[in-house]
């Protein structure tokens, strides 16, 4: 047992994706399992748990599909962990897959704290959904785990049903055709509208170039903008040109990116405009 618990600490430290980010919380599902009287995990034991009854389950994807990572907190004062995976580059489909070796992957990690060992045994999975990026929205699958060299084993099943994922964040980012030059400083103001398909912080950043006698000259400009829902939300920057140089009445070139971050998936979507714009003075 002293194995067991020195290599539990070191799991929990390193290995397992246990309260991430990322981790959704389960609207539906059940987690049982059953063991062998020697079983070195649950001990014999038997536990059932069940979202309807109270208890509290998260479960985590890999963005590339190739990990689930689920967590068990039951009203009975009891942790689970359960993970189940395949190489990186796969993604985790309906089949069986066998751990004949507990090296590599596939693989399974199924423990509670304290109570964890390196071993061998197959999953099952009979229905999996996904949704964008890590989002589980069904998973359906059984569990034969045996601890490394012992014939005791222990045996789970677990359901999972999630609502539909939100929806990905989307951006678009328009720049208007005109824009000015102060006849102040020399820089250029320019401006647009970006939209979102949800609320979101949009930063906008952008290269203004204009070719004038032979000379090239060209400045950065950027603004956040607050991006409202359905809705075109203006933006407006200024690019002041190097030390020496002046942005002039004419012809420019204008490359933009919006780049919003999507607070739900932890993901930043981009969007990108190459655009000609003419520059009028402006006094003030």
């Known amino acids: 047992m002293a194995m067991v618990a020195a290599a ?5 430290g390193s290995l397992f994706l246990v309260g991430s980010a990322s ?3 389960v609207t539906s599902g059940s987690f049982s399992l059953t063991s062998d009287p020697d079983d070195p995990i649950a001990s014999g ?3 059932s748990y069940d979202t309807t009854a109270g208890d509290q389950m998260e479960v985590d994807g890999a963005a590339d599909h190739h990990s689930v990572d689920m967590e068990i907190n039951g009203t009975d004062g009891n942790d689970w962990h359960l993970g189940l995976f395949v190489p ?5 489909v309906p089949g069986t897959y066998q751990d004949t070796t507990g090296e590599g992957a596939p693989g399974i990690s199924i423990w509670r704290p304290s109570y964890f060992c390196w071993g061998l045994g197959s999953f099952t999975i009979n229905k999996i959904e996904w949704g964008p990026y890590w989002y589980v929205r069904a998973f359906d699958a059984t569990v034969d785990f045996h601890c490394w060299g012992e014939a005791p084993g222990l045996r789970a099943t677990v ?3 999630n609502p539909p994922p939100p929806p990905v964040l989307k951006v678009g980012v328009t720049v208007a055709g005109h824009g000015t030059v102060s006849t102040l400083d020399g820089s250029a103001t320019v401006h647009g509208t970006v939209r979102c398909n ?3 912080f949009v930063d906008i950043t952008g290269t203004i170039t204009q070719k004038r006698k032979g000379q ?3 400045a950065e400009y950027s603004q956040e903008i607050a991006c409202t829902q359905g809705t075109r939300t203006p933006w407006s920057a200024t690019a002041t040109p190097p030390a020496g140089t002046t942005f002039h009445k004419g012809s420019a070139r204008t490359k933009t990116q919006a780049s919003g971050f999507d607070s739900y998936y932890e993901y930043s979507i981009n969007a990108n405009d190459a655009t000609v714009i003419s520059l009028t003075k402006k006094t003030s």
């Open 198 to 200: 949800k609320d979101a």
């Open 23 to 25: 981790a959704q919380p």
């Open 8 to 12: 539990a600490a070191l799991v929990i």
């Open 159 to 161: 359901h999972i049903l």
């Open 88 to 92: 990186e580059g796969e993604a985790l």
């Open 216 to 218: 090239r000259i060209q």
């Open 45 to 47: 034991q038997s536990f």
